[in-house]
């Protein structure tokens, strides 16, 4: 027996081991682009698993079953927060787009199967492909499970969804980004770099309350002596701070009879102090010089010359320097800053002494613009930096510390999993016809339920960030492979018939919703043009959109239309996948 005969045996005994080498060569070419758009994992991973299942490998059927839903509720969860914010406050016609956005993917792929002639099988991979959603391939099968059919006839259906979903989806990947960042701004006659500029400056973009991009979060330390006569003199440090106008300065410590002390905001400056003040470079740039000067007049930078002799020359105090500061990610929980600006926020207590570096939402780890007109939500992870004291208390405003740990609730996943899918499993009856979730569909409602919880009451649920994107990834790409695997005899006969006239008409189901979607975003909700195309690229989960749209806007503006509709979306076109089965089963 050959090496290549022994390899291909050992895989028909042990198809674990074809799992795996499945997913390796997934992973491995999944991973190359071209101008940031490539095959990606799961596309890269079907293809191997139908050239692997060449061999004719069988597996058993609970294990797709049990990863798919391990991939579902970890969708929902991720998304929760978001989706229950998109649908209850003031995301609500951004999630009410993701609705519309979503119906017209789904019928336009069902119009063309209808009039195609595909069947049951070949529509639900055309949707899956043309779409980017892969997860409805799951739902798509327990439907067709569901439909009472003969063995042999469900089992050929089953097999033909990856020939669809393999032949439209690059096109659903790489014309859906085309359509979007290209051909969109062009057909809506949309400027998006000047666009972007003029949100932002509505958005407060050119004031430095809190940190207009970035003053919250490129920030240095200083140590300054207060000179004889100084008008900073008697004031409590808070009050001084106030002085250097619109912008955010903190007296952290100080030196007083050589001894270094703590500030705080009604400590009350001395002559001969050396102070350490926290702030962007740009505003402590404005305070150092040869008699530097703050400004009496709130507003004028010019008028910081103006004054009498505030603070003396900078001088070099290493030990009160070193002040003790960390990173730190807050986990947004308290409905009091819910929907609340950085400006706002700026003026609470609990911000004194704390920068803003970063503000990460949604499942897919979208970074928010850091501008005073941004609001936070619950659900939001902002990286703090300050004095440890400083962190603790703004943590305390804002929700809880999200210290980086490698443990997950394993009782609480099993625990939410086997709940949504029980309930999934439950099936009603109406007009004789049997209508369920499914388990699969459990999983996923489980994880929205139990996700939103998660964000506001972070007592239990914990599933680290790796953790979920391990369920999420590798969950889907195990089911995937496993149907790649499976369908990967039949795969060759039928791109041969299919191919061409596939290939087509899963372009056009990819284009068509979205150019309506993009003119009924900007005409009928009248969304800004800065934010419009990326609230279509979240309703139509494409990330590569996203990406090639902030590129062009040369701002990360659009993002913040994304996660909203991301959410909604993520979740409507992976039910599809089981409502478009029971529409055609219907009508045939």
């Given at each position: 027996?050959?090496?290549?005969?022994?390899?291909?045996?050992?895989?028909?005994?042990?198809?674990?081991?074809?799992?795996?080498?499945?997913?390796?060569?997934?992973?491995?070419?999944?991973?190359?682009?071209?101008?940031?758009?490539?095959?990606?994992?799961?596309?890269?991973?079907?293809?191997?698993?139908?050239?692997?299942?060449?061999?004719?490998?069988?597996?058993?059927?609970?294990?797709?079953?049990?990863?798919?839903?391990?991939?579902?509720?970890?969708?929902?969860?991720?998304?929760?927060?978001?989706?229950?914010?998109?649908?209850?406050?003031?995301?609500?016609?951004?999630?009410?787009?993701?609705?519309?956005?979503?119906?017209?993917?789904?019928?336009?792929?069902?119009?063309?199967?209808?009039?195609?002639?595909?069947?049951?099988?070949?529509?639900?991979?055309?949707?899956?492909?043309?779409?980017?959603?892969?997860?409805?391939?799951?739902?798509?099968?327990?439907?067709?499970?569901?439909?009472?059919?003969?063995?042999?006839?469900?089992?050929?259906?089953?097999?033909?969804?990856?020939?669809?979903?393999?032949?439209?989806?690059?096109?659903?990947?790489?014309?859906?980004?085309?359509?979007?960042?290209?051909?969109?701004?062009?057909?809506?006659?949309?400027?998006?770099?000047?666009?972007?500029?003029?949100?932002?400056?509505?958005?407060?973009?050119?004031?430095?309350?809190?940190?207009?991009?970035?003053?919250?979060?490129?920030?240095?330390?200083?140590?300054?002596?207060?000179?004889?006569?100084?008008?900073?003199?008697?004031?409590?440090?808070?009050?001084?701070?106030?002085?250097?106008?619109?912008?955010?300065?903190?007296?952290?410590?100080?030196?007083?009879?050589?001894?270094?002390?703590?500030?705080?905001?009604?400590?009350?400056?001395?002559?001969?102090?050396?102070?350490?003040?926290?702030?962007?470079?740009?505003?402590?740039?404005?305070?150092?010089?040869?008699?530097?000067?703050?400004?009496?007049?709130?507003g004028s930078r010019d008028s910081l010359t103006k004054a009498a002799s505030e603070v003396s020359i900078e001088v070099d105090d290493p030990e009160l320097l070193s002040v003790p500061v960390e990173g730190v990610d807050v986990y947004v929980t308290n409905k009091e800053v819910d929907g609340?600006?950085?400006?706002?926020?700026?003026?609470?207590?609990?911000?004194?002494?704390?920068?803003?570096?970063?503000?990460?939402?949604?499942?897919?780890?979208?970074?928010?613009?850091?501008?005073?007109?941004?609001?936070?939500?619950?659900?939001?992870?902002?990286?703090?930096?300050?004095?440890?004291?400083?962190?603790?208390?703004?943590?305390?405003?804002?929700?809880?510390?999200?210290?980086?740990?490698?443990?997950?609730?394993?009782?609480?996943?099993?625990g939410a999993i086997t709940l949504g899918a029980l309930v999934g499993a439950l099936v009603l009856k109406v007009s004789g016809v049997p209508l369920t979730l499914s388990t699969a569909g459990g999983a996923l409602i489980a994880g929205l339920v139990f996700g939103w919880l998660r964000s506001?009451?972070?007592?239990?649920?914990?599933?680290?960030?790796?953790?979920?994107?391990?369920?999420?990834?590798?969950?889907?790409?195990?089911?995937?492979?496993?149907?790649?695997?499976?369908?990967?005899?039949?795969?060759?006969?039928?791109?041969?018939?299919?191919?061409?006239?596939?290939?087509?008409?899963?372009?056009?189901?990819?284009?068509?919703?979205?150019?309506?979607?993009?003119?009924?975003?900007?005409?009928?909700?009248?969304?800004?043009?800065?934010?419009?195309?990326?609230?279509?690229?979240?309703?139509?989960?494409?990330?590569?959109?996203?990406?090639?749209?902030?590129?062009?806007?040369?701002?990360?503006?659009?993002?913040?239309?994304?996660?909203?509709?991301?959410?909604?979306?993520?979740?409507?076109?992976?039910?599809?996948?089981?409502?478009?089965?029971?529409?055609?089963?219907?009508?045939?």
């Amino acid at each position: 027996m050959g090496m290549a005969s022994w390899i291909a045996a050992t895989l028909r005994q042990y198809p674990e081991i074809a799992i795996f080498l499945t997913l390796a060569l997934g992973y491995y070419f999944g991973k190359f682009t071209f101008k940031g758009i490539g095959l990606g994992s799961v596309t890269a991973t079907l293809l191997a698993g139908v050239l692997i299942g060449q061999l004719g490998i069988t597996i058993s059927a609970p294990l797709k079953a049990t990863v798919f839903l391990l991939f579902l509720f970890a969708v929902g969860y991720g998304v929760g927060p978001q989706f229950v914010r998109g649908v209850a406050k003031d995301g609500l016609p951004q999630a009410l787009f993701s609705v519309v956005q979503c119906v017209l993917c789904l019928l336009v792929p069902v119009v063309i199967a209808k009039f195609a002639g595909y069947d049951l099988g070949y529509a639900a991979g055309l949707y899956s492909g043309s779409q980017t959603i892969s997860a409805a391939l799951g739902l798509s099968t327990d439907a067709i499970n569901r439909l009472g059919l003969a063995a042999a006839d469900a089992k050929r259906l089953i097999d033909s969804m990856p020939i669809a979903y393999a032949v439209t989806y690059m096109f659903g990947t790489v014309g859906s980004a085309i359509v979007i960042a290209l051909v969109g701004p062009a057909l809506l006659r949309i400027d998006l770099v000047a666009a972007c500029k003029e949100y932002e400056e509505k958005q407060g973009g050119k004031k430095e309350v809190g940190g207009a991009g970035t003053a919250w979060h490129r920030w240095e330390m200083r140590a300054f002596r207060v000179p004889p006569g100084a008008r900073v003199i008697g004031l409590r440090a808070i009050e001084a701070e106030a002085m250097v106008p619109n912008a955010r300065v903190f007296v952290q410590r100080l030196r007083r009879d050589g001894v270094i002390e703590e500030a705080t905001a009604d400590t009350v400056l001395r002559e001969g102090d050396v102070v350490a003040i926290a702030g962007s470079r740009e505003a402590l740039v404005s305070i150092i010089g040869e008699r530097a000067k703050v400004a009496a007049v709130a507003g004028s930078r010019d008028s910081l010359t103006k004054a009498a002799s505030e603070v003396s020359i900078e001088v070099d105090d290493p030990e009160l320097l070193s002040v003790p500061v960390e990173g730190v990610d807050v986990y947004v929980t308290n409905k009091e800053v819910d929907g609340k600006t950085l400006a706002e926020l700026a003026q609470r207590p609990g911000s004194r002494g704390v920068f803003l570096r970063r503000i990460t939402r949604g499942a897919t780890a979208t970074t928010i613009p850091i501008l005073p007109n941004t609001q936070i939500y619950r659900g939001d992870i902002v990286t703090l930096v300050g004095r440890t004291q400083d962190i603790a208390a703004a943590s305390k405003m804002l929700g809880v510390m999200d210290r980086p740990t490698d443990i997950a609730d394993v009782a609480f996943i099993g625990g939410a999993i086997t709940l949504g899918a029980l309930v999934g499993a439950l099936v009603l009856k109406v007009s004789g016809v049997p209508l369920t979730l499914s388990t699969a569909g459990g999983a996923l409602i489980a994880g929205l339920v139990f996700g939103w919880l998660r964000s506001v009451r972070p007592l239990f649920g914990r599933i680290p960030s790796p953790t979920v994107w391990f369920m999420n990834s590798v969950g889907l790409n195990i089911f995937i492979a496993v149907v790649g695997i499976s369908a990967g005899p039949g795969f060759v006969n039928g791109l041969k018939t299919q191919g061409i006239g596939l290939f087509l008409w899963g372009a056009v189901a990819t284009t068509l919703p979205l150019v309506f979607g993009m003119f009924i975003g900007k005409y009928l909700f009248r969304f800004h043009d800065a934010i419009l195309l990326g609230i279509l690229s979240g309703a139509r989960t494409t990330t590569a959109s996203l990406g090639l749209v902030c590129d062009r806007a040369q701002s990360q503006i659009p993002a913040l239309g994304y996660t909203v509709t991301y959410a909604v979306g993520n979740t409507l076109l992976t039910i599809w996948g089981m409502v478009l089965i029971m529409v055609l089963a219907r009508g045939q």
